[in-house]
Structure formats: structure tokens, C-alpha cells
């Protein structure tokens, strides 16, 4: 009797991973928005009800597991050590999970390849991430705010929260680019360990640092 729990738990997860990478294969051959949930079904030998009930939504095949992304990256800022600031708990969380990044294996590098691809190719997963970023963005503000004891309202957590999350975005991004412009490897995560620093090393600093405009020469 005390076996069946895990070995449900082991069907559950099996069936996941079948219509991941049903999804996966589809996505990567004809692109998320040309195909149907449907087809992920049959690929994946179950239902479409079936899909639906581990992937409420069609984006959710791609970015599902966010939540649990984003849960860890709460916690690793809520937990950080007496005296780390926000911007150094985020800057090793984000760098502690690189995963593929710097992985020269030939099917690391081409999945990361793939993925980039089914991303850049529809706008409807990009409209996702963009939802993604703004509910990080949330979570981050209200911890920033309970630490602070801020008062409703109050802009500053706001403000620092859209700070870090932009870092994240923009390295996303940085990313990205160029793995579809063929890079990848331990030169890809290096350049991007580097553009991380820089970019944290501005939120530390404040913007202050970055010289006020040019005056326009006089006649």
C-alpha cells in the first residue's frame, strides 16, 4: 500500500515528460503557433484533457515550470545571508542556474538552439514572458515591501524590483541573440557571467555614475 503513492507520482511524472517532449519535437519542427494541442496529444499518446490537466494553457508546454522558478528565486532573496544585499542573493541565484549554457555537449547546445528559435517565433510566447516578468516583478516588489515595513503604495520597492528583474530580462534577451546568431559554450556563459556583473555592478552603484548629456555645441 505505501508503494502506490510513488508509483503514481512516477506515472505522473512520466506522462509529463511524454507530452513535454512531444510538444518539444513538434514546436522545434513546425513552430509553437502552427501547432495544435491536438497534435501534442497524439504525439504524446493521451487526451487533449490529459494535456490540459498538467498545462492549463498552450504556452504552459514551453514555460510551465516558471512557477517553480520563480518560488526559488523569492526564496533565495528571502533567505539571503546578513548583510547580502538583494542585487548580490540575485545575481548568484541567476548565475547558479545557467544549466545548458555552458554545456558543449552537441544536444544541450542544439535544444538550447531550439528553444531560442520556438521563443523568437511567436509572439504569443513572448506576450507569456512578458506576463512571466511582470509577476516576478510583483513577487519581488511585496517582499521588498514586507522587509522594509514600506507603506502601501510606496514607490521605492517598485522601483528596485523592476531594477533586478530587468537584469534578468535583459540577459534573456542578451542570451538569446546570440545562441540564434550560432554561439554557445563556455565562451556564451562566460560573456554572459560578464554582462551579468556589469549590469548588477549599475544597480549597486546607482545610476549616478553615467555622465549627464552633452551639452549641444553653440552656434
Known amino acids: 500500500m505505501q508503494a502506490e503513492p510513488g508509483l503514481r507520482e512516477r506515472k505522473k511524472r512520466q506522462t509529463r515528460q511524454a507530452i513535454e517532449a512531444a510538444a518539444f519535437t513538434l514546436f522545434a519542427d513546425r513552430g509553437f503557433d502552427a501547432v495544435t494541442v491536438a497534435e501534442v496529444a497524439r ?37 539571503r545571508g546578513p548583510g547580502q544585499s538583494i542585487t548580490a542573493a540575485f545575481g548568484r541565484f541567476l548565475l547558479g542556474r545557467q544549466g545548458a549554457l555552458g554545456d558543449d555537449d552537441p544536444r544541450s547546445r542544439d535544444r538550447l538552439t531550439a528553444i531560442s528559435r520556438i521563443i523568437a517565433g511567436s509572439a504569443s510566447l513572448q506576450a507569456r514572458e512578458r506576463h512571466v516578468y511582470d509577476r516576478y516583478t510583483r513577487g519581488l516588489a511585496a517582499l521588498i515591501a514586507e522587509e522594509r515595513s514600506a507603506d502601501p503604495g510606496d514607490v521605492e520597492p517598485w522601483v528596485v524590483a523592476n531594477a533586478v528583474i530587468g537584469v534578468h530580462r535583459g540577459l534573456v534577451e542578451y542570451v538569446r541573440g546570440r545562441v540564434l546568431a550560432g554561439e554557445s559554450g563556455p565562451a556564451l556563459a562566460q560573456a554572459v557571467r560578464a554582462q551579468a556583473g556589469r549590469a548588477l555592478a549599475v544597480l549597486d552603484h546607482g545610476l549616478a555614475r553615467y555622465p549627464a548629456a552633452a551639452r549641444p555645441p553653440t552656434a
Open 43 to 79: 504525439g504524446a499518446d493521451v487526451s487533449e484533457a490529459t494535456v490540459f490537466n498538467y498545462f492549463p494553457t498552450k504556452e504552459d508546454l514551453v514555460y510551465g515550470r516558471l512557477e517553480e522558478l520563480e518560488a526559488a528565486l523569492i526564496q533565495a532573496i528571502r533567505d
